[in-house]
């Protein structure tokens, strides 16, 4: 979902008049030179995901489709045709298999519930025509647009100058006895199609209004949202006013029949525990077993790195406040029907920023026990494509794909050590938005389903992997995916879930996520607290050059994995033990990576050994700023197609580094990136720059990036030149220019390499090409690669694979003996 919080002008005019400008500005660099606690077991946890049989898929499946696509008045027709399409993405799977629908988006059906499933729920206005106020023009969106950014503009303006392909539609007066009526009518079909225990849940978000869809009255009467606002809190620092559900908020006393208090609200009741009791009675009555805690509940302020109290969280006492009331709607909700099942959902941006901004602890909510499963909102493609929405040209691109394989690695981490299941979501097309991923860019699609299904742990006991695929939408207006969508789809997850489940070990570098660090940052909290520690955003930001990074692990983990390249988040604050071991694996040459400020994300006797060192010139004003940055002598062999010199958005610090270390590139003459391999060390330190995600959708990456995306290519390029002194898969030369991302894993029976063609915008001509030749590990020389998805054998230039690919595409090349 991206649902435009922050107003979403029509910038078309705007574009066509500065792209020439835009040009100029934004490529002229890129051209240049052509400590975990225990888990409680409760007698709410779920019951156990049945074993898969042979031939069978060990995964969870969900599909989310609207409400309003089925026919009210003819519920068994329409029941029948959605699973003579769907059967097919659910046959063969054995883990939890079920619907989630959409029921009007906010909780006013949850808290307008009387108890008589002869009521009316009460569902956002029908407009002109049918329509639901919101609903974006739904067109042919057949390929990406091609051509340099001019000749895009004009494509998207012919696109969205057709007729709608798909008419809008709105929702019926659905009863909540109807409700139950089509969740009975949908297991029934099931169970005739062999796919039995299917669930069917609801899903709500935590707005007043989605798309601009609620009105304060529905026919006669007014809806429980506006007469009860103060379930709802204002945002601080966002204008217009954003408002989102509280739980921590108090209710003012209603004597109305409600079905989980039939007595009415007491005064004073907390939010949570109305919403709570309200869930269990409906979903009880209605039939429900699932509920999707969706956007913005836990995490008020979503697909930006901030929170409902600013960029960071102020202070540590409103964030346990917080943490509190949320594990209270949690807890609350599971126990109000403990056997349906209680699902979350990412705020799409930076998973560190789930805590450290919107005051949110995932990890100590998940072990509590209650919550069963978490979805990253992985809309990858709907974010990154250029011109797939009517309003604006660009898109979102700090959450597209690589940036959501961060954020899926990291929060796979943060979940690590509970039973919570971890899932991505499979993106299609949009229920209430105008774009189409499956159709305009199938491969990039893949390479999701490939990779966010790959997302891998290293635990002390093994890989750990998601759970299972969350499928979104199963309609765009009355429209469902067509038999071959759905044939993709099939193939595509069946065969991932079932690679993933035959993993054993992932290769390239592997994120770190230090909760000890993060622990101590919100004991601490302040709103200047800021010690650079999104390694989610800077590596979905490095990950765009070849550089493998496709696992994580926890810092309290790491005398127990391996890996190629361990990149450590922020490693300051440490206990003795861990800061002993950190320092031991760097003296031992193993290839480490240091993510954070010197000025309080590094450990000083970390900075000691590696040669640098920083503080805030002002830290009361640690602001970003443009500044001018500088390649260091020798630099430039890691990276083709580099500047010398070149912007970077950065909170500057005063940085020093010693006489023994590499400096590659400085910002205002303060070492920022730098090398130490004397010794037998192998480490690299970067003091990132700064990625701007607040108020900043529909802004190509570079403007994002600062103007430039050296800071991030030359530091792909050092990664890549650890691996290539240790043999490990790396590329024979990043090229600032080509952008490919690629990953790497072994299975019981042979070696995985994927490569993937997945940003556009970074360079202003028609070639939407990109090339890279990677040098293979010398145990996979003797090894005969073919492409997986077509069968065609790929020859091999000795130790190396080239690799060439067209706009959009992606590749999976399987290697063994």
């Not at 959902?345 to 560190?352: F, K, P, R, V």
């Not at 995306?709 to 090229?735: C, E, F, M, R, W």
């Not at 993937?756 to 939407?768: I, R, S, V, Y």
Request: charged share 15%.
């Amino acid at each position: 979902m991206n649902t435009r919080l922050f107003g979403n002008p029509d910038r078309r005019n705007f574009l066509k008049a500065c792209a020439a400008t835009a040009t100029t500005a934004m490529v002229a660099t890129l051209t240049a030179g052509c400590v975990a606690q225990p888990h409680i077991q409760t007698a709410m946890q779920s019951v156990s995901v049945p074993p898969a049989r042979s031939g069978s898929t060990a995964a969870d499946r969900w599909l989310e489709l609207d409400l309003y696509w089925f026919k009210q008045h003819d519920m068994v027709s329409s029941v029948e045709e959605f699973w003579h399409r769907y059967a097919p993405l659910f046959t063969g799977v054995e883990g939890y298999r079920g619907v989630i629908l959409n029921v009007g988006w906010t909780p006013e059906y949850i808290m307008d519930w009387s108890g008589d499933l002869a009521q009316r729920i009460l569902m956002p206005a029908i407009g002109g025509g049918g329509s639901v106020a919101g609903q974006q023009p739904w067109v042919a969106e057949t390929a990406p647009l091609t051509g340099d950014w001019a000749q895009r503009i004009e494509q998207w303006d012919m696109r969205f100058g057709q007729a709608k392909s798909v008419p809008p539609h709105g929702y019926g007066p659905w009863t909540y006895g109807d409700l139950k009526q089509l969740c009975m009518l949908l297991r029934g079909g099931a169970n005739e199609r062999g796919i039995t225990d299917l669930r069917v849940g609801s899903l709500t978000l935590a707005w007043t209004a989605a798309y601009g869809t609620l009105k304060t009255n529905y026919g006669n009467r007014p809806s429980f949202l506006a007469e009860h606002p103060e379930i709802f809190t204002a945002a601080i620092g966002i204008k217009p006013p954003f408002l989102y559900f509280d739980p921590g908020n108090l209710l003012h006393h209603d004597p109305k029949h409600y079905g989980g208090l039939p007595d009415g609200i007491p005064e004073g009741m907390p939010v949570h525990q109305m919403f709570a009791l309200q869930w269990g009675s409906l979903s009880k009555a209605a039939g429900l077993d699932a509920i999707m805690l969706r956007d913005s509940f836990g995490f008020p302020i979503p697909y930006e790195r901030r929170g409902q109290y600013g960029p960071l969280a102020p202070t540590a006492e409103l964030a346990r406040k917080w943490t509190a009331t949320t594990a209270a709607l949690v807890r609350e909700t599971k126990q109000a029907n403990p056997k349906a099942l209680v699902m979350m959902y990412s705020n799409a941006a930076s998973a560190i920023g789930d805590w450290r901004c919107n005051c949110c602890d995932l990890e100590t909510i998940a072990k509590e026990g209650y919550l069963d499963i978490f979805v990253d909102q992985t809309w990858a493609g709907a974010w990154n494509e250029i011109g797939t929405r009517n309003t604006d040209l660009w898109n979102d691109s700090s959450l597209g794909y690589t940036f959501q394989l961060a954020y899926t690695l990291m929060h796979a981490a943060i979940l690590a050590d509970t039973n919570v299941r971890h899932y991505p979501l499979t993106e299609t097309f949009d229920a209430w938005e105008s774009w189409n991923v499956i159709a305009t860019v199938p491969e990039r699609l893949r390479w999701e389903i490939w990779a966010y299904l790959h997302a891998g742990v290293k635990t002390p006991t093994g890989l750990k992997l998601p759970a299972g695929s969350y499928i979104s939408w199963g309609n765009q207006g009355k429209r469902l995916l067509t038999a071959e969508d759905v044939h993709f789809l099939a193939t595509n997850i069946n065969a991932a879930s079932e690679d993933a489940r035959k993993t054993t070990e992932i290769f390239g570098p592997t994120l770190v996520y230090s909760r000890e660090t993060m622990q101590w940052q919100m004991d601490h909290a302040n709103p200047n607290n800021d010690i650079k520690e999104w390694i989610d955003e800077q590596a979905g930001s490095v990950m765009k050059w070849p550089v493998p990074i496709h696992s994580a692990t926890r810092l309290e983990w790491l005398p127990e994995v391996k890996s190629d390249l361990f990149i450590l988040q922020t490693p300051s604050y440490l206990s003795a033990a861990h800061l002993k071991m950190l320092v031991s694996m760097i003296n031992s040459g193993q290839p480490v990576a240091i993510f954070g400020s010197p000025a309080g994300g590094i450990s000083t006797e970390l900075e000691s050994l590696i040669g640098i060192s920083g503080v805030r010139q002002n830290s009361a004003t640690f602001k970003a700023a443009l500044h001018v940055a500088s390649l260091g002598d020798g630099a430039a062999k890691f990276v083709e197609h580099i500047p010398d010199q070149f912007p970077t958005l950065t909170r500057l610090t005063t940085n020093k580094a010693t006489a023994d270390t590499q400096v590659i590139y400085t910002v205002d003459k303060n070492p920022t990136l730098l090398l130490n391999t004397t010794g037998g060390k192998r480490v690299l330190a970067w003091d990132p720059p700064f990625l701007r995600t607040i108020g900043v959708s529909n802004e190509p990456l570079l403007q994002i990036w600062g103007g430039s995306p050296v800071p991030y290519a030359i530091t792909a390029g050092t990664l890549n030149d650890l691996l290539a002194n240790t043999g490990s898969l790396h590329a024979k030369q990043i090229d600032m220019n080509q952008t490919v991302n690629i990953s790497a894993w072994r299975t019981t029976d042979g070696i995985r390499l994927m490569a993937a063609n997945l940003d556009e915008g970074l360079q202003d001509n028609a070639d939407m090409s990109r090339h890279v030749t990677l040098v293979l590990p010398s145990a996979w020389r003797t090894f005969q690669f073919k492409y997986e998805w077509n069968g065609n054998k790929l020859p091999i230039m000795g130790t190396e694979i080239r690799i060439n690919l067209t706009q959009a595409q992606s590749i999976l090349l399987a290697g063994g003996s």
